[in-house]
């Protein structure tokens, strides 16, 4: 696992930039992301819809940006990889430097802040069973954070990592699914249902904690009993919209994938900044 470089050495615990304003924190991050979406094709929907997550998952975690390699930091797995430009974006806004320049559409080793390259989907959870599997036998505290999406939960690695997870009693992983109900094809429902998702992650032996995704104080409390002791690893299960934040993209499959133009990107900080006047 690489994708630490520049990091420098602190000695203080001092919350990161951003770190007490979650819900400012995010809505510069999504004005961020809109911009990168101007130059490049962009998975706009995933991105979008996770911002919060990333946000709130940060600021309950052992982690510093100015100090990426410090060996008992927690681990952030984005196992849904096209969300990448949501990651980039809350990074640095949260002060990681080095994201400025155009990066891949999915998580690569080398990138400030990323623990693990990804993209095909499926393989994250097992890449954070197997990180917490080295934290019990270090004895170590250290948690494994995997962001996934509710698409991706097709994948049957997904529920073998599940079951390995909960079988080793893993309880530093924590999951938290990105539940927008909504991937590349349609609805997740109508594509492959995955309801009821509390009942078949509870019978796969994890706490399943629910919770609303872009609500930063129920997220950052959702995300914190998750780090209680327990004799299980924890999934919080984040209900998100596709491409929050702009109203004309949200619910759509349509921005899945996509790349503004001068005038979306025009109504598109407009939408965002009208829902967040709003709010």
């Known amino acids: 696992m690489t994708g630490r ?5 602190v000695t203080d615990d001092r919350p990161p930039a951003g770190a007490a304003r979650p819900a400012e924190t995010a809505r510069r991050a999504r004005a961020r992301l809109l911009g990168l979406a ?3 094709p962009v998975h ?7 911002v919060e997550i990333l946000v709130c998952a940060f600021a309950t975690m052992r982690h510093d940006p100015r100090d990426l390699d410090r060996p008992d930091r927690d681990r952030l797995i984005l196992s849904k990889g096209h969300g990448v430009w949501g990651l980039y974006s809350v990074l640095a806004e949260l002060g990681v430097a080095g994201l400025d320049e155009p990066r891949a559409g999915h998580p690569i080793d080398g990138t400030p802040g990323v623990e693990a390259a990804t993209g095909a989907l499926g393989h994250g959870l097992s890449i954070g ?3 917490a599997e080295a934290a019990r036998l270090d004895a170590a505290d250290r948690r494994t954070l995997v962001v996934l999406g509710d698409g991706e939960l097709d994948e049957g690695s997904v529920w073998e990592a599940a079951m390995f997870a909960a079988h080793r009693r893993l309880n530093t992983l924590i999951a938290v699914v990105d539940r927008n109900g909504m991937q590349q094809e349609g ?3 109508a594509v492959l249902a995955l309801e009821p998702l509390a009942a078949k992650w509870a019978a796969f032996g994890w706490r399943v904690i629910e919770t609303d995704g872009h609500d930063c104080a129920a997220l950052t409390g959702a995300l914190r009993t998750a780090r209680t002791p327990d004799d299980r690893p924890s999934v919080v299960l984040a209900r998100t919209v596709k491409a929050r934040g702009v109203a004309f993209m949200e619910g759509s499959a349509a921005w899945h994938y996509g790349q503004l133009d001068e005038e979306q990107l025009t ?3 407009a939408a965002l900044a009208a829902g967040e006047r709003g709010a």
């Open 129 to 131: 069973a197997g990180l």
């Open 267 to 269: 109504a598109a900080l």
């Open 44 to 50: 706009l929907g995933a991105s979008l819809s996770v």
């Open 5 to 9: 470089a520049g990091s420098r050495a």
């Open 187 to 189: 609805g997740t429902e």
């Open 38 to 40: 101007a130059s490049r």
